[in-house]
């Protein structure tokens, strides 16, 4: 019975993980942004496992065990970085037991570190909120960074799968050329855009790269709830100019929402990740959403 | 690694045509090769610039801040414009770090340190007695409040009841707990967690070296740790959902749980559903599931001498369904066996007053010996709500312990006794549901029942019932690093066979956590 019971589990053991196996790179991405990137770079190549969904905030997720099983055989892990997965990647990295995807090896990749950072070197006080002196974590919202880091990722796929090198390249530059091509309409559009409040800095590098200006952010600190006397500065400052309000599904609608009735904008909830399942197009399609919203309005 | 590559490529370029037997598509995808090469060495070169610039920056100190702003090239600004926002600050630049990313980042060589307070107001109505109490709870195995931990004999009674979790009426500063983590080096990670109570008195909590590089999804941890035996049992007091441990753990394991000095092994096996298999083996000094008492009582009680370890040992599978992003479940099995159990029962005759004598009692103490099995199973159920700060976010949890001592009368008052076995069952179990009715607000309620068998082999059934407490608490997370909570409980505990006693018990608590970032475990 024992016996029978074992060589069951022995071919059940074997027998999974076959429909990963048929792709060269078994990637877990930790957000769907990081996602679409791998499956740009890495197209049929790579089978691609998203960690989290793209309206949750990845600075509050638990390690979940489903999450410890896709990391257990994963080639490589792709995270944001800069430490926005700190409370739960690497305890979940730790319990997976996969020797390839610890920090420090090539199958550990951190999307935030292969590009200059936004918001590097702020005191280490905790006064200030939920500070990260490593920078802003944020990347995934521009353009260009993306396509820096797709560049980046196509030499790691590359160094863990020699013989799909020059595919993984070929995939990163075709996603550079496809976001060159909708840059200057982007540009065009965000030309003359009024700027944004937000309820935290994580659209800072879309509106860097554009020169969208940033009017305030809702919490005054990282981390830290909106407080009715930052609101009413924040109103006394703004009243009268033109502008829109953006947060994420997992930021409270009551402050974005009150804010934009008094000062008479629209307010928007964006996720900051594209949909579940997103490749390059989706992607894009994710940044067109957002350089919409942050347009003139008509 | 790449450096080499390029002049390859272009020498490939070079003598390509020559050779005469390349494509248009082999010299456009060469071409594109070297674009990339060429992006590339753009990037680590204006990386170089601007750590350059900056180290120009640093071995020029006492240049005034727009003095080595306007000296300092900041080679990405031309790539990113500078905010027009009024309140956005400058955009720092720095140079991407040397490619051996890591999440933890910031901490260099020294260890991640964290340092969590917890303090509590704390008030009962059994005159501050409660807290001690509910650890001491009636049952049938137990000789009441003389317990068979070495506690009775200990002259340091630092240890004793109203130590570690047990607060009197008013103010407790339950504990500090200073913790040290590090990745050793490719092989290992270690931690230290030290506990620290209002008295100043210093515990060692956990102290383990992991191994991290095993293949086949095995891990090795050695040391002084929480076992895994159950869900609570490895969570320190401030990851607890509510103040105080539940019944069944404070009674049948103690206020530590099991926690002890040994090794384990865990397996992850490669199979569709998340399944953790794991083994202990460790040293069996524990203060309630197989404790031994000191040499001076097992010579008084005719008891042999505490073995040699390792004397506990423990087995858990635990398997987690894949139910989508939102849920999230584990079921758990455990079971634990003490090669070695000990401890001494009292009781006493009371002899009635006749003409002779004045009214008398005798106290007669049996010492006996044997071994000691604990079962659990739990189940964790998680719902993620998806709104902001843990708003609408559910979990339940509940688990059911077992514990089974066999043991045997070695020394009575009685002398017909000695030598007759007698097996002592008491289980428990307790329930609790979280659930974030606001944003940064989360309520719970729990259940928990120490004693719903009670039972002695031999039919000799003594059953007084069972301990029970109903809980509820309010907890209000301000930020990730600062939590308040209050809690009530209602208490409903068998002090002896014969006694029950009633009572409410209210918590005021601080948890404040400094330093590195917690993981946020299942």
């Given at each position: 019975?024992?016996?029978?019971?074992?060589?069951?589990?022995?071919?059940?053991?074997?027998?999974?993980?076959?429909?990963?196996?048929?792709?060269?790179?078994?990637?877990?991405?930790?957000?769907?942004?990081?996602?679409?990137?791998?499956r740009?770079?890495?197209?049929?190549?790579?089978?691609?496992?998203?960690?989290?969904?793209?309206?949750?905030?990845?600075?509050?997720?638990?390690?979940?065990?489903t999450?410890?099983?896709?990391?257990?055989?994963?080639?490589?892990?792709?995270?944001?970085?800069?430490?926005?997965?700190?409370?739960?990647?690497?305890?979940?990295?730790?319990?997976?037991?996969?020797?390839?995807?610890?920090?420090?090896?090539?199958?550990?990749?951190?999307?935030?570190?292969?590009?200059?950072?936004?918001?590097?070197?702020?005191?280490?006080?905790?006064?200030?909120?939920?500070?990260?002196?490593?920078?802003?974590?944020?990347?995934?919202?521009?353009?260009?960074?993306?396509?820096?880091?797709?560049?980046?990722?196509?030499?790691?796929?590359?160094?863990?799968?020699?013989?799909?090198?020059?595919?993984?390249?070929?995939?990163?530059?075709?996603?550079?050329?496809?976001?060159?091509?909708?840059?200057?309409?982007?540009q065009?559009?965000?030309?003359?855009?009024?700027?944004?409040?937000?309820?935290?800095?994580?659209?800072?590098?879309?509106?860097?790269?554009?020169?969208?200006?940033?009017?305030?952010?809702?919490?005054?600190?990282?981390?830290?709830?909106?407080?009715?006397?930052?609101?009413?500065?924040?109103?006394?400052?703004?009243?009268?100019?033109?502008?829109?309000?953006?947060?994420?599904?997992?930021?409270?609608?009551?402050?974005?929402?009150?804010?934009?009735?008094?000062?008479?904008?629209?307010?928007?909830?964006?996720?900051?990740?594209?949909?579940?399942?997103?490749?390059?197009?989706?992607?894009?399609?994710?940044?067109?959403?957002?350089?919409?919203?942050?347009?003139?309005?008509? | 690694?790449?450096?080499?590559?390029?002049?390859?490529?272009?020498?490939?370029?070079?003598?390509?045509?020559?050779?005469?037997?390349?494509?248009?598509?082999?010299?456009?995808?060469?071409?594109?090769l070297?674009?990339?090469?060429?992006?590339?060495?753009?990037?680590?070169?204006?990386?170089?610039?601007?750590?350059?610039?900056?180290?120009?920056?640093?071995a020029?100190?006492?240049?005034?801040?727009?003095?080595?702003?306007?000296?300092?090239?900041?080679?990405?600004?031309a790539?990113?414009?500078?905010?027009?926002?009024?309140?956005?600050?400058?955009?720092v630049?720095?140079?991407?770090?040397?490619?051996?990313?890591?999440v933890?980042?910031?901490?260099?060589?020294?260890?991640?340190?964290?340092?969590?307070?917890?303090g509590?107001?704390?008030?009962?109505?059994?005159?501050?007695?409660?807290?001690?109490?509910l650890?001491?709870?009636?049952?049938?195995?137990?000789?009441?409040?003389?317990?068979?931990?070495?506690?009775?004999?200990?002259?340091?009674?630092?240890?004793?009841?109203?130590?570690?979790?047990?607060?009197?009426n008013?103010?407790?500063?339950?504990?500090?707990?200073?913790?040290?983590a590090?990745?050793?080096?490719?092989?290992?990670?270690?931690?230290?967690?030290?506990?620290?109570?209002?008295?100043?008195?210093?515990?060692?909590?956990?102290?383990?070296?992991?191994?991290?590089?095993?293949?086949?999804?095995?891990?090795?941890?050695?040391?002084?740790?929480?076992?895994?035996?159950?869900?609570?049992?490895?969570?320190?007091?401030?990851?607890?959902?509510?103040?105080?441990?539940?019944?069944?753990?404070?009674?049948?394991?103690?206020?530590?749980?099991?926690?002890?000095?040994?090794?384990?092994?865990?397996?992850?096996?490669?199979?569709?559903?998340?399944?953790?298999?794991?083994?202990?083996?460790?040293?069996?000094?524990?203060?309630?599931?197989?404790a031994?008492?000191?040499?001076?009582?097992?010579?008084?009680?005719?008891?042999?001498?505490?073995?040699?370890?390792?004397?506990?040992?423990?087995?858990?599978?635990?398997?987690?369904?894949?139910?989508?992003?939102?849920?999230?479940?584990?079921?758990?099995?455990?079971?634990?066996?003490?090669?070695?159990?000990?401890?001494?029962?009292?009781?006493t005759?009371?002899?009635?007053?006749?003409?002779?004598?004045?009214?008398?009692?005798?106290?007669?103490?049996?010492?006996?010996?044997?071994?000691?099995?604990?079962?659990?199973?739990?189940?964790?159920?998680?719902?993620?709500?998806?709104?902001a700060?843990?708003?609408?976010?559910?979990?339940?949890?509940?688990?059911?312990?077992?514990?089974?001592?066999?043991?045997?009368?070695?020394?009575?008052?009685?002398?017909?006794?000695?030598?007759?076995?007698?097996?002592?069952?008491?289980?428990?179990?307790?329930?609790?549901?979280?659930?974030?009715?606001?944003?940064?607000?989360?309520a719970?309620?729990?259940?928990?029942?120490?004693?719903?068998?009670?039972?002695?082999?031999?039919?000799?059934?003594?059953?007084?019932?069972?301990?029970?407490?109903?809980?509820?608490?309010?907890?209000?997370?301000?930020?990730?690093?600062?939590?308040?909570?209050?809690?009530?409980?209602?208490?409903?505990?068998?002090?002896?066979?014969?006694?029950?006693e009633?009572?409410d018990?209210?918590?005021?608590?601080?948890?404040?956590?400094?330093?590195?970032?917690?993981?946020?475990?299942?």
């Open positions: 019975m024992i016996a029978r019971l074992l060589t069951a589990l022995l071919v059940l053991t074997l027998g999974v993980g076959t429909a990963r196996e048929a792709a060269a790179l078994a990637v877990v991405a930790t957000s769907t942004s990081m996602g679409a990137l791998a740009a770079v890495g197209a049929e190549r790579v089978g691609v496992i998203v960690l989290a969904a793209p309206d949750r905030d990845l600075h509050a997720l638990q390690a979940k065990p999450m410890i099983r896709a990391l257990r055989d994963a080639d490589l892990v792709i995270a944001v970085g800069a430490e926005l997965e700190v409370g739960w990647l690497p305890l979940a990295i730790a319990s997976a037991a996969n020797p390839r995807i610890q920090p420090g090896q090539p199958g550990y990749f951190e999307a935030a570190d292969q590009v200059v950072r936004l918001d590097v070197g702020i005191p280490a006080d905790r006064a200030l909120g939920d500070v990260h002196p490593a920078g802003n974590p944020h990347v995934n919202l521009d353009p260009v960074r993306m396509s820096a880091i797709a560049a980046a990722l196509a030499e790691r796929m590359a160094g863990l799968d020699p013989d799909g090198a020059a595919g993984y390249r070929a995939n990163a530059a075709g996603f550079a050329a496809a976001l060159e091509q909708r840059l200057p309409s982007w065009e559009r965000l030309a003359s855009a009024p700027g944004v409040l937000l309820y935290h800095r994580d659209a800072l590098y879309l509106l860097d790269r554009f020169g969208v200006p940033l009017l305030g952010t809702l919490e005054e600190v990282p981390g830290v709830p909106p407080t009715a006397r930052h609101l009413k500065r924040l109103t006394e400052q703004l009243r009268g100019r033109a502008g829109v309000v953006i947060h994420t599904p997992y930021q409270s609608p009551r402050a974005p929402r009150q804010m934009a009735q008094i000062l008479g904008w629209p307010v928007y909830s964006l996720p900051l990740d594209p949909p579940a399942d997103a490749d390059a197009q989706a992607y894009l399609d994710h940044l067109d959403r957002w350089v919409m919203s942050l347009s003139p309005q008509p | 690694m790449h450096r080499p590559l390029l002049p390859i490529a272009i020498a490939a370029l070079l003598v390509s045509p020559l050779a005469g037997a390349s494509t248009d598509a082999e010299i456009a995808e060469l071409r594109m070297i674009e990339q090469m060429k992006s590339q060495y753009e990037r680590r070169i204006q990386a170089l610039e601007s750590r350059l610039a900056q180290a120009e920056l640093a020029k100190p006492s240049a005034s801040p727009d003095a080595s702003a306007t000296s300092a090239p900041r080679a990405i600004q790539e990113t414009r500078p905010m027009t926002a009024p309140l956005a600050s400058p955009a630049t720095d140079a991407p770090r040397s490619g051996l990313e890591g933890s980042g910031g901490d260099a060589f020294n260890p991640r340190l964290s340092v969590i307070l917890d509590n107001y704390y008030h009962d109505s059994h005159a501050g007695e409660g807290a001690a109490l650890g001491n709870a009636w049952q049938t195995a137990s000789g009441g409040l003389d317990h068979a931990h070495d506690h009775a004999a200990d002259e340091d009674h630092a240890h004793d009841a109203h130590a570690h979790g047990t607060p009197s008013g103010f407790n500063l339950r504990e500090a707990e200073i913790a040290f590090a990745t050793v080096d490719p092989y290992f990670d270690a931690a230290l967690y030290l506990s620290v109570d209002g008295d100043g008195h210093v515990e060692l909590e956990e102290g383990y070296v992991q191994t991290r590089s095993l293949p086949a999804g095995l891990r090795v941890k050695g040391g002084k740790f929480l076992s895994e035996f159950g869900y609570v049992n490895k969570q320190h007091p401030h990851e607890w959902d509510f103040v105080d441990q539940n019944l069944p753990y404070l009674n049948l394991l103690g206020q530590h749980g099991l926690q002890d000095t040994g090794l384990q092994l865990t397996w992850l096996p490669r199979l569709p559903i998340y399944t953790l298999l794991g083994v202990e083996a460790l040293q069996g000094d524990q203060e309630r599931f197989g031994t008492l000191d040499p001076t009582q097992q010579q008084a009680l005719g008891l042999g001498r505490t073995n040699d370890g390792p004397r506990l040992w423990t087995a858990f599978a635990k398997l987690a369904p894949d139910l989508g992003v939102n849920h999230a479940l584990q079921l758990g099995l455990s079971h634990a066996h003490n090669s070695q159990h000990q401890e001494v029962q009292e009781h005759h009371g002899h009635a007053a006749d003409e002779h004598h004045p009214e008398e009692i005798e106290v007669h103490r049996n010492g006996l010996d044997g071994d000691a099995d604990l079962w659990g199973v739990d189940l964790v159920y998680k719902y993620d709500g998806g709104g700060h843990g708003h609408r976010d559910f979990k339940f949890q509940t688990e059911y312990l077992r514990s089974i001592k066999d043991l045997t009368i070695r020394s009575s008052a009685h002398p017909e006794v000695v030598g007759s076995r007698r097996t002592f069952t008491t289980d428990g179990f307790y329930a609790q549901a979280i659930y974030g009715f606001a944003p940064r607000w989360s719970g309620l729990r259940y928990d029942v120490l004693g719903l068998t009670n039972e002695v082999s031999g039919g000799r059934q003594e059953d007084a019932g069972s301990s029970d407490r109903w809980t509820f608490d309010v907890t209000w997370n301000l930020t990730e690093f600062s939590r308040l909570r209050a809690q009530y409980a209602y208490n409903s505990i068998l002090e002896s066979a014969h006694e029950r009633r009572f018990a209210v918590y005021l608590q601080f948890l404040m956590s400094l330093g590195a970032h917690g993981a946020h475990a299942f």
